[in-house]
């Protein structure tokens, strides 16, 4: 395994790091209070060739591999985990649409996707589901050459700020579970959707809310692969997801991290820098261990990937662990700087917040504890 990176990818992560140093993190907090995305932020980005690291050059993307995805999504987060969710979903969503939709819908949305003038959501969980995800009731009913969609996603990222939706719905029999979902790409303008935002406590920019589906219309053309082939399109590209997030959040304690390192060697107690007492500095040791061991697992996970191998127990550690990590690196530099860390003039309650998030979406703890143990002795470890 190699550790090094190429030139290629040291220069896409050099043009990544400027534009989140110079355009991301000094806005970072500004960004909550707006409560959404910057547009004009997002095309500035896609053109730098920032968002669709991993898709197909004939439709704007870089056409690069997992790893180089991964050290974009890196370096992105540290000044703005909430942007860099953009990366993560147009990577996971745009790669299904590329291989699973017809080159004519590919053609129409994937290079707006890159480019950031399109955002889209996945809508897959549902107010009964949850981490049951297979339990779908949305119906997706076929009439000729349309189908039609009734129920309701909710908890989607997004929800009231993206133009496309992918939306797994139940083409089947209920008792055929998993096997009888279908995936379709909508338009969040479509006759019959409406959406709600929730007020959170954290991600307030990219915003999570449900999705209402009420006799909505859609073309047969807008079918990703073949019916009832929705859930294993979509869980496939969990495997890919849940070491970005891992980035996502280390990254985002890396900028904590940094951070409460320099203020230790200027803030004075007793005369002298507090960097000078083990017991401020050898937490922040600690810190820097986790941190680096939670990154080589979501870099092994995506280089994993890149060569075509096991990956999805790798992938759950990545999901479970890398967020807990990176939530008590952040809580232990807020500590660090006392009162003043407490305050919100500070970004560290605020990352705080955004990581906690990534503790729940995409699969709680429980549920990749769950997976690993199932890669390890079999469905044994699975409960009916």
């Known amino acids: 395994m190699e550790f090094s990176l190429s030139d290629d990818q040291i220069a896409i992560q050099d043009t990544a790091r400027r534009f989140a140093t110079d355009r991301l993190a000094p806005d970072y907090q500004k960004r909550e209070t707006d ?78 996707l890159c480019s950031g003038e399109v955002l889209m959501a996945l809508g897959l969980t549902e107010p009964g589901g949850g981490s049951d995800a297979a339990n779908l009731r949305l119906k997706a009913r076929r009439e000729d050459d349309v189908y039609i969609l009734d129920g309701e996603k909710t908890s989607i990222s997004m929800a009231d700020q993206s133009q496309e939706i992918m939306v797994l719905g139940r083409s089947g029999a209920t008792d055929e579970k998993a096997h009888g979902i279908t995936a ?68 985002t304690a890396r900028a904590s991290l940094e951070e409460t390192w320099e203020y230790v060697t200027q803030r004075q ?56 990590v990176a939530f008590d690196v952040i809580h232990r530099c807020l500590i660090t700087h006392g009162h003043y860390g407490y305050a919100k003039d500070l970004p560290h309650q605020q990352r705080l917040r955004d990581v906690l998030g990534a503790e729940i979406g995409d699969g709680t703890e429980q549920i990749q504890k769950m997976v690993i143990s199932r890669e390890k002795i079999g469905r044994v470890a699975v409960p009916y």
Not at 91 to 110: D, F, K, S, Y
Not at 309 to 323: F, G, Q, R, V, Y
Request: proline content about 4%; glycine content about 12%.
């Open 184 to 251: 379709f790409l909508v338009p969040l303008d479509a006759p019959g959707i409406s959406t709600g935002r929730f007020e959170d406590l954290g991600a307030t920019v990219v915003g999570r809310g449900s999705v209402f589906f009420d006799s909505v219309r859609v073309d047969a053309e807008r079918r990703l692969g073949k019916e009832g082939d929705g859930f294993r399109q979509i869980m496939s590209g969990f495997d890919y997801s849940r070491a970005l997030i891992g980035l996502q959040c280390i990254a």
């Open 35 to 112: 409560g959404g995305f910057d547009r004009d932020l997002l095309q500035e980005m896609g053109g730098l060739g920032l968002i669709g690291i991993s898709l197909p050059e004939e439709y704007g993307g870089l056409e690069q591999d997992s790893v180089t995805t991964g050290v974009v999504i890196e370096a992105i987060a540290q000044g703005d985990i909430n942007v860099s969710y953009v990366q993560l979903i147009s990577n996971l969503l745009g790669t299904i649409v590329t291989q699973h939709g017809n080159p004519e819908l590919a053609a129409e949305v994937v290079p707006k």
């Open 269 to 324: 107690a007793f005369g002298q820098p507090i960097a000078r007492y083990q017991g401020v500095t050898q937490p922040l040791a600690e810190a820097e261990t986790l941190l680096e061991a939670a990154r080589l697992l979501c870099f092994k996970t995506l280089w994993l990937r890149d060569n075509e191998l096991p990956h999805t127990s790798e992938a759950a550690m990545c999901k479970w662990w890398a967020p807990q």
